[in-house]
């Protein structure tokens, strides 16, 4: 029945007579034939309709014929799933030639001494167009070229049988020609189309190329094209299917003709893997592939930096066949393998990097810090001053801590552990028994706030211990400045709390001994190095609350090792999350009300300080104007942001920490060590706007005492996906957990800062899915920095580390 009516609307709907009888009295009948198939009712009553309709087709007009016809094709196609379930019949074996051994393939080139570092124009067949535009790319030279990565793949190597195709995947068939057709568009006349109609033992499918251009629209092309796919010859076809009004369809698809079934395909597409790369204007899909053809045989040159015996124990694949299988993969087992090799390659080099920069750091002596005085030593005095007892957890960190003290080796640690686990009062025992020592400590800050925090907290216990404390930030006043610095220099400072103001050169120290460096990740590493040059050799321990899995962590700082804090202090009850919608403020601000009458404070956090043209956010300054003058007038509502002066925003914290403020407005300044106790309620606005971590480490903020907290996030309700993150967060506290999805969700660029803590930008590796390779590679560094710590053997290794990774390794570390 489809047949006829193809034909039908083929012939202009002009109710064609067949070998028996007329099209429509054909059709009328056999729909109501269907009637026999067991049908549900309603679609018996619809065929009943179109028969009926059929019955009248003679005397109705043109566009209602068409309808008829355009109704019953749909009807059938919906009918068909019914009736044809589909098979599972195995599609054929597709014939796909091996790749090319690119060892003996002769090389095109103008000169004729070839090298990876030769330009693009020494090869023969590359056009100075494509030059010109892959120069856009920033790719000049063959090795610029292969490492130019493809982004992604598009997969036709699932050969299906027709029945079994599904819309919107990619696949290729192999099937016999029933019909191939043509016409112009009657709307465009530029446009042309060629239609084949094909067929396997499951079913069949159209396919449609189409043809743009005045030239492809001459009768004699297109009787050529036709003229290519004969009537019963059999195809191979891959591409994208889909949806069509009558059914799956290809439109636009990679077709060859075939002498016969198990002839070898010819083409590089149909079957394959097809790399898809970041492109430029004027550089299409087709010319990248194509200047790929003529440069992937340079693989060869690649000389692999690792030796044989390496290579197998990894069951690594050769450098060379990764170049060209990540280029022209064969199947995923292949690229999976070469892209394997590569990521591997580019970690071995981080990992190399990380470690020699371990190992020379720990080359140069460290004071040993010995206590002076077991019994009544600062750091039990500490103890006896606190309200609480440190955890199990807390008291194991800090002896890692202090036997890395007491080496001559310098210290080098990252400490992690979720927020408010209790890392600063860990940092402060470590500080407190540097000063047992003789020495002096320094405790650096991302921000203003911050730096402050940590220098009311330590005032609050050190001058009852006798030990000197001060603090220096961008806002010191000179004379202040000028006399801290004179006690620095001569030991009347026993421990130095400040931000990037330290590591100026003007700053010097009597005998500095321990570093603390908190939000290590907000710094490069060429500031915390700065720090480190300003004594003999002071141990480093670095703070982080953005906590990651520990195999993770000891890879990304890999020049660190890592104590992680893994428990909370006791009495700690879960921060009640939810999330809101704008509309539902109200509700938001019963809420405030509520916790402020218990008597505790509240933080209300917004993305932006002032409105701004560009986006249409709620700022804090709206926020704290809308708080304070108009719905809470009877609180006291503070603002902080970070273009206040520093003077304004103590004086609001301060206002904050003593209580004498109930809601506190402020953007992100408060991200990071603020330590509020008594404040139980955290609103987020806008709150689709953070990154995971970010949120969590927002509210952090509350739940630091012992009284019941809660986080609201206001949902701005843009995207799904954001709505999705902020569920995510009302179903976990586990910072842990929480920062690896975010990893995985903005990499760790956007989470860690790694960009200005210096670790490069990899042209493959993802630090986050490909951890296991990661692991490898740290351990094949180990290996090889064992055996040969100068990387004599490895010149290969040594002179890309010193070309691409000095950067990295920081001067400062290496002369
Ligand atoms: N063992 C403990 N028992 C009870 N309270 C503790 C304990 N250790 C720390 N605290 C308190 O918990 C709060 C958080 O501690 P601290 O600021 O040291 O955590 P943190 O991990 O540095 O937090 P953040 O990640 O937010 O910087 C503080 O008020 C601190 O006094």
Redesign the pocket.
């Known amino acids: 029945m489809q047949q006829a009516l193809t034909l039908e609307s083929e012939n202009g709907f002009r109710n064609i007579h067949g070998r028996k009888e007329r099209f429509n009295t054909f059709v009328a009948r056999e729909l109501i034939s269907l009637d026999s198939k067991h049908l549900p009712k309603e679609k018996i009553d619809f065929l009943i309709s179109l028969s009926e309709g059929f019955e009248a087709y003679d005397s109705s007009p043109e566009s209602a014929r068409r309808r008829l016809v355009i109704d019953t094709r749909k009807a059938l196609y919906s009918l068909s799933k019914v009736f044809d379930p589909p098979t599972t019949i195995k599609p054929p074996k597709l014939r796909l030639p091996n790749q090319k051994d690119y060892s003996n393939v002769e090389i095109n080139v103008k000169d004729s001494t070839p090298s990876l570092d030769s330009t693009l124009s020494t090869v023969k067949g590359i056009g100075s167009k494509t030059i010109e535009l892959l120069a856009s790319l920033g790719i000049f030279t063959i090795r610029d070229l292969l490492v130019h990565y493809p982004r992604d793949y598009v997969d036709y190597s699932q050969l299906k049988r027709i029945s079994s195709l599904e819309a919107g995947e990619t696949a290729t068939i192999v099937a016999s020609i029933r019909r191939t057709n043509y016409f112009t568009s009657p709307r465009n006349p530029n446009l042309s189309v060629l239609e084949l109609l094909i067929q396997d033992s499951t079913g069949r499918i159209k396919l449609t190329k189409f043809f743009a251009g005045r030239r492809f629209s001459n009768r004699g092309y297109l009787m050529k094209q036709v003229s290519q796919y004969p009537t019963g010859s059999t195809v191979a076809v891959s591409g994208l299917v889909k949806e069509g009004s009558y059914g799956k369809c290809f439109i636009d698809p990679i077709i060859e003709v075939l002498e016969n079934q198990g002839t070898s395909i010819k083409s590089k597409s149909i079957g394959r893997l097809i790399p898809i790369y970041p492109l430029t204007e004027g550089l299409t899909a087709v010319r990248i592939r194509r200047v790929f053809d003529l440069v992937l045989p340079f693989a060869a040159f690649w000389k692999d930096p690792l030796p044989q015996e390496r290579i197998s124990h990894h069951s690594l694949m050769s450098i060379q066949n990764a170049m060209n299988q990540i280029h022209q993969p064969n199947n995923l087992e292949s690229l999976n393998a070469a892209r394997r090799r590569i990521v591997f390659d580019e970690f071995l080099c981080l990992q190399l990097a990380l470690l020699r920069k371990r190992n020379l750091f720990r080359k140069k002596p460290a004071p040993q810090l010995k206590k002076v005085n077991q019994i009544n030593s600062l750091t039990s005095q500490f103890y006896s001053l ?6 199990n957890e ?1 008291k194991r960190v800090l002896h890692e801590i202090e036997s890395d003290l007491e080496s001559s080796e310098p210290m080098a640690r990252l400490l992690q ?11 402060i025992a470590a500080l407190l028994y540097a000063v047992d020592s003789g020495w002096q400590g320094a405790l650096m800050a991302p921000t203003e706030v911050l730096a402050q925090q940590h220098y009311k ?1 330590l005032c609050k216990w050190l001058p009852q211990l006798h030990v000197t404390v001060d603090l220096i930030t961008g806002s010191t006043p000179n004379s202040r400045r000028k006399q801290i610095l004179d006690d620095l220099s001569t030991g009347g400072v026993n421990i130095i709390v400040g931000t990037h103001a330290l590591i100026e050169d003007s700053v010097s120290f009597s005998r500095l001994g321990l570093v603390v460096v ?1 939000e290590q990740h907000r710094f490069g590493v060429y500031q915390r190095d700065l720090l480190l040059r300003k004594g003999l050799q002071p141990h480093l321990l670095t ?1 982080t ?1 953005t906590p990651i899995p520990r195999t993770l962590a000891l890879s990304i700082h890999g020049d660190l090792d890592v104590s992680q ?1 893994n428990e909370m ?4 009850e879960k921060i009640k999350t939810s999330m809101l919608q704008f509309s539902q403020r109200n509700k938001v601000f019963d809420l405030i009300r509520a916790h402020i009458k218990k008597r505790h404070q509240v933080y209300f956090v917004l993305p932006l300080v002032e409105e701004s043209e560009k986006i249409e956010l709620r700022s804090a300054v709206d926020v704290y104007h809308e708080l304070s003058n108009d719905l809470f007038q009877e609180f006291n509502v503070g603002l902080l942001h970070g273009r206040m002066s520093s003077l304004d925003k103590n004086s609001t914290i301060n206002s904050f920490v003593s209580g004498e403020v109930d809601i506190l407005v402020s953007t992100t300044v408060i991200e ?4 509020v ?1 008594n404040a139980t309620l955290m609103v987020i606005d806008h709150a689709d706007r953070f990154g995971l971590a970010q949120l969590h ?1 927002l509210r ?2 509350v739940g ?2 012992a009284s019941f907290s809660e986080c609201i996030l206001i949902d701005s309700g843009k995207n799904s996906d954001s709505r999705k993150k902020l569920e995510y967060l009302v179903g976990s506290t586990d910072g842990f957990e929480i920062s690896e999805i975010d990893l995985r969700m903005r990499g760790p660029g956007q989470v860690l800062g790694t960009r200005q803590s210096g670790l490069p930008d990899f042209a493959l590796a993802n630090l986050v899915n490909d951890s296991h390779v990661l692991e490898l590679a740290r351990k094949e560094a180990l290996y090889i920095l064992n055996s040969d710590p100068e990387l004599n053997s490895y010149k290969l290794l040594k002179d890309n580390l010193d070309l691409h990774w000095k950067r990295f390794l920081g001067n400062s570390q290496l002369n």
Not at 569 to 572: D, E, K, L, M, V
Request: net charge positive.
């Open positions: 606190l309200p609480f007892s440190f955890t807390q552990g979720d927020v408010g686990s209790g890392k600063t009062v860990v940092a907290n908190d703070m609350a804090i202090p006791p009495g700690r990071v060590g603020v330590d106790p480490q952090g903020r630091r005492g």
